[in-house]
């Protein structure tokens, strides 16, 4: 009894607007009070109307009543606060904007605490009980709070809609069943929620494929972090390499440079002070010439011969026969020397450069790839091969712009070639192969389809040929069977003859796969391992043999 009347005392000294305790308490017209902030703000928004209402019985007051204190409700609030006056507890507030209202209170209506299925009613906590007590009412479906029961109600019968119609896809009545909806497909709503919560079931599995593709998405970004940090670390290391590298080679040719000018000054030393000899003996032998001629013109004879002798003999001439000037290309052997220097670093820069682009080529993030089934698949990573005349063994000849191989019997006059094949009767393609790659290779007779390191042997008998060594994989077709080897280890394969081979190639996921090729493809021989380098594609020839690479 004293919770009651302390909960009835909370709720006549507490605004019906904020409900907390009253502040500065006004009291309207019609007898209601509210705190004096609250009032206002709420005529404040009816101002555009021009009516003001009271929120509880809802009079209307026109003009906008002047509100005055009520001075005996404040000293009771203020009094009842010493005494432990508090705001209504949560699970006794009153109904809000945003809530849904008991349908059964009067005046002013508490929250609904559950709605009923069958009542199609929301009910507080103390107009709920009937239906966790009673037993017929225990029967009744409660849910959570809405105002939207009503639209269970079907319009045209004004009854509960408890069945399904799956050919309309609607919820109807009983009578609608037996009526417009007669010859459709009709259940009852609750066989078709349980229907649709197996189908509901499903979002556990797509919630676990969410997490799955969410831990994929931060694997992919921390790869993408990871991706643009070494990318950055390597243009960075690289830029200051060849910061350093620039800088040497001004070091070099300012050495150059410096060598030629000292040089310069020797050899222009030697020309000048041998020219400086070369002038003075001029200006003696002017002189002595010009002395002979003065006593030629003597017609004493007497003072002739009394002059001569006291001329002061001849020195030997510094000029000789043997003295020869050479051609004004003194320095020009060095701007050749430089000129072979720079040859020999652009053929380095442009090879180093290859490499380069190689490695970087390399970079892949190892994303799952589907697997590869049907020849047209495969077609999407076609490869056109052209091979490089400068690996060609002498006995090979090429033709159809550098495709088609054929073995002779006459050695070719290709140039000398430090990748040249000088031991096995081979030759590579041009550019190298990596990501996912796949071309197709008609053959004529015994011929090696093989995939290979750059690096390996182009000598040493038979140990640098396809499949005897640890840098190749090759596939020997004999024309009635096939073998595959690699690192000098031969396996037989079985499987449909054809003229035409396929080779599929995944680098990065360390795939090499050989097929026979005809109406379809059949799978020869499969290798998974890890490949360090670029790979180049190769074929090797038994006498009179021939091999094209495809247009595909």
């Given at each position: 009894?004293?919770?009651?009347?302390?909960?009835?005392?909370?709720?006549?000294?507490?605004?019906?607007?904020?409900?907390?305790?009253?502040?500065?308490?006004?009291?309207?017209?019609?007898?209601?009070?509210?705190?004096?902030?609250?009032?206002?703000?709420h005529w404040d928004k009816g101002e555009e109307k021009g009516s003001y209402s009271c929120p509880q019985c809802r009079q209307t007051f026109t003009p906008r009543p002047v509100l005055g204190k009520n001075t005996m409700l404040a000293d009771l609030v203020e009094e009842l606060k010493k005494t432990g006056l508090?705001?209504?507890?949560?699970?006794?507030?009153?109904?809000?904007?945003?809530?849904?209202?008991?349908?059964?209170?009067?005046?002013?209506?508490?929250?609904?605490?559950?709605?009923?299925?069958?009542?199609?009613?929301?009910?507080?906590?103390?107009?709920?009980?009937?239906?966790?007590?009673?037993?017929?009412?225990?029967?009744?479906?409660?849910?959570?709070?809405?105002?939207?029961?009503?639209?269970?109600?079907?319009?045209?019968?004004?009854?509960?809609?408890?069945?399904?119609?799956?050919?309309?896809?609607?919820?109807?009545?009983?009578?609608?069943?037996?009526?417009?909806?007669?010859?459709?497909?009709?259940?009852?709503?609750?066989?078709?929620?349980?229907?649709?919560?197996?189908?509901?079931?499903?979002?556990?599995?797509?919630?676990?494929?969410?997490?799955?593709?969410?831990?994929?998405?931060?694997?992919?970004?921390?790869?993408?972090?990871?991706?643009?940090?070494?990318?950055?670390?390597?243009?960075?290391?690289?830029?200051?390499?060849?910061?350093?590298?620039?800088?040497?080679?001004?070091?070099?040719?300012?050495?150059?440079?410096?060598?030629?000018?000292?040089?310069?000054?020797?050899?222009?030393?030697?020309?000048?002070?041998?020219?400086?000899?070369?002038?003075?003996?001029?200006?003696?032998?002017?002189?002595?010439?010009?002395?002979?001629?003065?006593?030629?013109?003597?017609?004493?004879?007497?003072?002739?011969?009394?002059?001569?002798?006291?001329?002061?003999?001849?020195?030997?001439?510094?000029?000789?026969?043997?003295?020869?000037?050479?051609?004004?290309?003194?320095?020009?052997?060095?701007?050749?020397?430089?000129?072979?220097?720079?040859?020999?670093?652009?053929?380095?820069?442009?090879?180093?450069?290859?490499?380069?682009?190689?490695?970087?080529?390399?970079?892949?993030?190892?994303?799952?790839?589907?697997?590869?089934?049907?020849?047209?698949?495969?077609?999407?990573?076609?490869?056109?091969?052209?091979?490089?005349?400068?690996?060609?063994?002498?006995?090979?000849?090429?033709?159809?712009?550098?495709?088609?191989?054929?073995?002779?019997?006459?050695?070719?006059?290709?140039?000398?070639?430090?990748?040249?094949?000088?031991?096995g009767c081979q030759v590579l393609s041009r550019k190298s192969l990596t990501g996912r790659c796949y071309w197709e290779v008609e053959v004529g007779g015994a011929v090696r389809v093989a995939v290979t390191y750059k690096n390996i042997n182009r000598a040493g008998g038979s140990e640098c040929l396809f499949g005897?060594?640890?840098?190749?994989?090759?596939?020997?077709?004999?024309?009635?069977?096939?073998?595959?080897?690699?690192?000098?280890?031969?396996?037989?394969?079985?499987?449909?003859?054809?003229?035409?081979?396929?080779?599929?190639?995944?680098?990065?996921?360390?795939?090499?796969?050989?097929?026979?090729?005809?109406?379809?493809?059949?799978?020869?021989?499969?290798?998974?391992?890890?490949?360090?380098?670029?790979?180049?594609?190769?074929?090797?020839?038994?006498?009179?043999?021939?091999?094209?690479?495809?247009?595909?």
């Amino acid at each position: 009894m004293a919770q009651q009347e302390n909960q009835l005392d909370r709720e006549r000294f507490c605004c019906s607007i904020c409900l907390d305790p009253l502040k500065d308490p006004v009291t309207t017209g019609c007898g209601h009070s509210y705190c004096r902030s609250c009032i206002n703000t709420h005529w404040d928004k009816g101002e555009e109307k021009g009516s003001y209402s009271c929120p509880q019985c809802r009079q209307t007051f026109t003009p906008r009543p002047v509100l005055g204190k009520n001075t005996m409700l404040a000293d009771l609030v203020e009094e009842l606060k010493k005494t432990g006056l508090q705001a209504a507890p949560a699970d006794h507030c009153y109904a809000g904007p945003k809530d849904v209202a008991c349908d059964v209170c009067t005046g002013r209506k508490l929250k609904a605490l559950k709605s009923c299925l069958v009542c199609l009613a929301p009910y507080c906590e103390k107009h709920l009980q009937p239906h966790l007590q009673s037993g017929p009412f225990k029967k009744h479906k409660l849910v959570k709070p809405s105002e939207k029961l009503q639209e269970n109600i079907c319009s045209r019968h004004d009854e509960v809609m408890k069945m399904f119609c799956r050919t309309d896809q609607q919820c109807i009545c009983y009578l609608c069943s037996v009526e417009e909806h007669k010859d459709h497909d009709t259940v009852s709503a609750a066989a078709e929620r349980t229907e649709r919560q197996r189908e509901l079931g499903l979002r556990q599995t797509i919630q676990q494929r969410v997490q799955d593709t969410e831990k994929d998405v931060k694997l992919l970004q921390q790869e993408e972090k990871a991706i643009n940090g070494s990318a950055d670390k390597a243009v960075k290391d690289s830029e200051q390499i060849f910061t350093e590298l620039i800088r040497l080679l001004k070091k070099r040719s300012s050495n150059v440079k410096q060598q030629i000018r000292t040089q310069q000054e020797t050899e222009v030393r030697r020309v000048r002070e041998l020219q400086e000899r070369l002038e003075q003996e001029m200006t003696e032998l002017k002189r002595k010439d010009h002395e002979l001629k003065q006593l030629s013109d003597t017609e004493d004879h007497n003072q002739l011969l009394h002059n001569y002798p006291s001329l002061p003999p001849l020195r030997e001439s510094t000029h000789s026969s043997s003295f020869r000037v050479r051609p004004l290309r003194n320095f020009e052997d060095v701007a050749a020397a430089v000129s072979q220097v720079r040859g020999r670093l652009q053929d380095i820069l442009s090879e180093a450069e290859t490499e380069i682009l190689q490695i970087v080529s390399q970079v892949d993030v190892l994303l799952t790839q589907p697997e590869t089934e049907t020849r047209a698949d495969f077609l999407k990573y076609s490869q056109e091969i052209t091979l490089d005349r400068n690996t060609a063994n002498k006995r090979l000849l090429l033709s159809e712009g550098n495709r088609k191989v054929t073995r002779m019997k006459i050695k070719q006059a290709y140039s000398g070639h430090p990748d040249r094949f000088t031991d096995g009767c081979q030759v590579l393609s041009r550019k190298s192969l990596t990501g996912r790659c796949y071309w197709e290779v008609e053959v004529g007779g015994a011929v090696r389809v093989a995939v290979t390191y750059k690096n390996i042997n182009r000598a040493g008998g038979s140990e640098c040929l396809f499949g005897n060594n640890d840098k190749s994989w090759s596939l020997y077709c004999l024309g009635n069977s096939y073998n595959f080897s690699y690192n000098n280890i031969k396996t037989p394969v079985s499987g449909p003859l054809s003229s035409r081979g396929g080779v599929y190639l995944d680098h990065s996921a360390g795939v090499l796969s050989f097929y026979s090729v005809s109406d379809t493809m059949t799978l020869l021989h499969r290798v998974q391992t890890t490949f360090t380098q670029p790979l180049y594609a190769g074929v090797w020839f038994h006498s009179g043999s021939t091999a094209e690479f495809c247009k595909l």
